[in-house]
């Protein structure tokens, strides 16, 4: 037979729990408590440190700290316009010769020679003055449709065709040599004359307008020095009976019955 162990307490009493239940519960509670404050207390120091960081960032960019709101508007408007500030230098002299020499050349010496055509839309008219920075192919779209005129009879697709060359000097990792600077020069050559005749034209009719002007304006002042002497010639006697009759009264040499006066001075001169 088996050995089987029965409990033999009475029923009526409950049973105690063991202590070391009761132990792992507290344990576990104490955990989930600390791990909860020591994410707390992580949450709270990464706060304040994204807080204080922002705060030093916005110190350091904001221009004008501590300043008047007129004084940060005027800083904001400079700061503005330094953004569009830009330099385009000459790379090669206009007396170099550059027969015979590297590619890189012939590109610095291309990127150059549109500065021609920037003097000749200046020329042309004030308002096509090419800002810095501003694209190339977008400018010149931009003067072929202005109200001008100075571009209409150069095609688009020569246009697109001298900017993609450009590009082509100025970035392109293709290579770029005489052939490729010859075909570029004669497409801004193109330009530049129909930018000069059109220029030529508009300063002959500038020339014929104040030529016109000066005509009509001595013809006004001929007309008006005519008139001028024709009424001089007019008032000539009118103005001479104004003059006698201002001038002093003098007693008359003859007396009311018709005797001339011997001690009048007058007299004594026509009778000597």
Same mark, same amino acid.
Request: proline share 5%.
């Given at each position: /037979?088996?050995?089987?162990?029965?409990?033999?307490? +009475?029923?009526?009493?409950?049973?105690?729990?063991? +202590?070391?239940?009761?132990?792992?519960?507290?344990?576990?509670?104490?955990?989930?408590?600390?791990?909860?404050?020591?994410?707390?207390?992580?949450?709270?120091?990464?706060?304040?440190?994204?807080?204080?960081?922002?705060?030093?960032?916005?110190?350091?960019?904001?221009?004008?700290?501590?300043?008047?709101?007129?004084?940060?508007?005027?800083?904001?408007?400079?700061?503005?316009?330094?953004?569009?500030?830009?330099?385009?230098?000459?790379?090669?002299?206009?007396?170099?010769?550059?027969?015979?020499?590297?590619?890189?050349?012939?590109?610095?010496?291309?990127?150059?020679?549109?500065?021609?055509? *920037?003097?000749?839309?200046?020329?042309?008219? *004030?308002?096509?003055?090419?800002?810095?920075?501003?694209?190339?192919?977008?400018?010149?779209?931009?003067?072929?449709?202005?109200?001008?005129?100075?571009?209409?009879?150069?095609?688009?697709?020569?246009?697109?065709?001298?900017?993609?060359?450009?590009?082509?000097?100025?970035?392109?990792?293709?290579?770029?040599?005489?052939?490729?600077?010859?075909?570029?020069? *004669?497409?801004?050559?193109?330009?530049?004359?129909?930018?000069?005749?059109?220029?030529?034209?508009?300063?002959?009719?500038?020339?014929?307008?104040?030529?016109?002007?000066?005509?009509?304006?001595?013809?006004?002042?001929?007309?008006?020095?005519?008139?001028?002497?024709?009424?001089?010639?007019?008032? /000539? +006697?009118?103005?001479?009976?104004?003059?006698?009759?201002?001038?002093?009264?003098?007693?008359?040499?003859?007396?009311?019955?018709?005797?001339?006066?011997?001690?009048?001075?007058?007299?004594?001169?026509?009778?000597?």
């Amino acid at each position: /037979m088996s050995n089987v162990t029965t409990n033999n307490a +009475p029923s009526g009493t409950k049973s105690q729990p063991k +202590p070391a239940t009761l132990l792992a519960g507290t344990n576990l509670l104490l955990v989930l408590i600390y791990g909860l404050i020591f994410v707390l207390m992580i949450v709270i120091f990464v706060k304040r440190a994204i807080l204080r960081v922002t705060f030093l960032s916005q110190q350091k960019a904001t221009p004008g700290n501590g300043s008047s709101k007129k004084t940060k508007a005027i800083i904001n408007q400079r700061l503005d316009e330094a953004i569009h500030f830009a330099y385009e230098p000459q790379l090669v002299p206009e007396d170099s010769q550059i027969d015979d020499a590297p590619n890189f050349i012939y590109r610095m010496q291309a990127v150059d020679a549109f500065n021609h055509i *920037d003097k000749a839309l200046a020329e042309a008219n *004030d308002e096509l003055q090419r800002p810095l920075g501003k694209s190339i192919r977008q400018h010149l779209l931009d003067a072929k449709s202005h109200s001008s005129g100075c571009l209409k009879s150069i095609r688009t697709n020569q246009l697109h065709l001298f900017s993609d060359m450009y590009t082509h000097a100025r970035s392109s990792p293709e290579t770029f040599g005489e052939a490729e600077y010859r075909r570029y020069m *004669d497409l801004s050559t193109d330009i530049i004359n129909t930018l000069r005749h059109r220029t030529n034209r508009k300063k002959l009719k500038e020339r014929r307008l104040l030529r016109q002007n000066a005509a009509s304006v001595s013809e006004t002042n001929q007309s008006a020095s005519t008139s001028y002497e024709t009424t001089q010639l007019i008032e /000539m +006697p009118t103005v001479s009976l104004k003059d006698t009759n201002s001038t002093p009264h003098v007693p008359s040499p003859v007396s009311i019955e018709g005797e001339k006066s011997d001690s009048h001075p007058l007299l004594n001169e026509t009778r000597t």
